[in-house]
């Protein structure tokens, strides 16, 4: 991982954060997924650092957290709904959290941490049964795979940018060769129906725009549907 990454991820490992169940998310997932268990090649081009934190949390207070983060170099600054996210050239550093109930929010109050985070629906999937991995000595807590391929493509049936969604389903696709099939069966079958409408209709979608992923595309649509159409 760049340096840089490697020093913000360090400062989350030692205030305990991934113990007490904050997850990176997005696409520095996807890049650990690819360097350390063998997800598809996929150009990584992103300033996005992306972390999602449980809520309700029931971790410590961290409230000297983010000062930690501007001894790094970074600025902090406030969204229009009020979420917090730190800066500098190169990154920008933001705070998910699960939206809850009607969904009326638009930041919410982490008092752990003394700050807002962004609210969004379906982040709560990335919180189930999430894994650790170790990189250049942290440890770092990341979603289970099999989460993050179908959160990616539930994502991407949403987005109204097309690039985002493209960016979306290529990672979905891209981290389904590393699926435990089984798992990944499992979980799709708990799912709500609508989302599992989400999800196939963008997997018969994602042949058009992705071609050269044909292969993986069929292979993760017979492992959820259990038949070829």
């Given at each position: 991982?760049?340096?840089s ?30 360097k350390?268990l ?14 999602l ?5 029931r971790?410590k ?20 709904n009020?979420?917090l ?6 990154f920008?550093?933001?705070f998910?959290?699960?939206l ?5 929010e ?12 962004i609210p ?8 189930n ?12 807590k ?5 989460n993050?391929?179908?959160h ?5 049936s ?6 985002k ?16 099939k ?35 595309i ?12």
């Amino acid at each position: 991982m760049v340096e840089s990454v490697n020093k913000i991820l360090k400062v989350f490992a030692d205030n305990g954060l991934f113990e007490e169940g904050v997850e990176l998310i997005g696409s520095w997932c996807f890049h650990l997924y690819q360097k350390h268990l063998g997800a598809k090649s996929f150009p990584l081009r992103t300033q996005d650092i992306d972390f999602l934190i449980p809520n309700p949390y029931r971790g410590k207070e961290h409230k000297d957290f983010i000062d930690q983060l501007k001894e790094l170099g970074f600025n902090y600054d406030f969204s229009n709904n009020g979420s917090l996210y730190l800066w500098n050239a190169d990154f920008k550093i933001e705070f998910i959290t699960p939206l809850k109930g009607r969904g009326l929010e638009k930041s919410i109050k982490i008092k752990a941490f003394g700050f807002k985070a962004i609210p969004l629906r379906f982040v709560d999937l990335l919180l189930n049964h999430p894994i650790n991995i170790n990189d250049n000595g942290i440890n770092i807590k990341i979603p289970n795979p099999a989460n993050f391929c179908l959160h990616k493509l539930i994502v991407a049936s949403r987005r109204k940018k097309l690039d985002k969604a493209s960016k979306d389903l290529q990672q979905a696709i891209c981290t389904s060769v590393i699926l435990d099939k089984q798992e990944v069966k499992k979980l799709f079958e708990t799912l709500p129906k609508k989302w599992k409408k989400a999800i196939l209709k963008m997997l018969e979608k994602s042949k058009k725009e992705l071609p050269l992923l044909l292969e993986e595309i069929n292979q993760l649509e017979f492992t959820l549907q259990g038949t070829k159409k």
